[in-house]
């Protein structure tokens, strides 16, 4: 599966001057991770988000979010963001954040 390009970028300039940030191709897409824990990432044209099993309820009362289920089992704590919810910068910043936050709170993989 393809994924958004253009979104992939613009994740990149928000989190480009991490050096603990790496990304890596994973879900048909790619994985922007902090040391080795997945924050955010793009799959086809939506946004992947790690926000936490806690922020779960939270994160899905916001526009365009849904719970990652790709396997059929779906799973807390992973959100998956339509990409009209994040065409502005301020939306996409406000996830790319929550993302990145969450990861960088785990012990490095």
Same mark, same amino acid.
């Given at each position: 599966?393809?994924? &958004?390009?253009?979104?992939? /970028?613009? @994740?990149?300039?928000? %989190?480009? #001057? !991490?050096? !603990? =940030? ?7 897409? =790619?994985?922007? %991770?902090?040391?080795?824990?997945? #924050?955010?990432?793009? +799959?086809? &044209?939506?946004?992947?988000? *790690?926000?936490?099993? !806690?922020?779960? !309820? ?6 365009? #979010?849904? @719970?990652? &289920?790709?396997?059929? *089992?779906?799973?807390?704590?992973? =959100?998956?963001?339509?990409? +009209?919810?994040?065409?502005? &910068? /301020? #939306? %996409?910043?406000?996830? =790319? ?7 960088? +709170? %785990?012990?490095?993989?």
């Amino acid at each position: 599966m393809a994924y &958004d390009e253009g979104l992939a /970028e613009r @994740i990149r300039g928000r %989190l480009g #001057a !991490d050096p !603990d =940030i790496t990304e890596k191709r994973m879900f048909g897409g =790619i994985a922007f %991770l902090h040391r080795g824990n997945m #924050a955010v990432g793009v +799959s086809g &044209d939506d946004l992947m988000v *790690r926000v936490g099993p !806690d922020a779960t !309820d939270e994160a899905l009362a916001r526009p365009g #979010a849904r @719970i990652f &289920d790709m396997t059929g *089992r779906p799973m807390r704590g992973w =959100i998956v963001v339509a990409a +009209s919810a994040v065409a502005e &910068d /301020e #939306a %996409l910043g406000e996830w =790319i954040g929550q993302g990145h936050a969450f990861a960088a +709170s %785990l012990p490095p993989r």
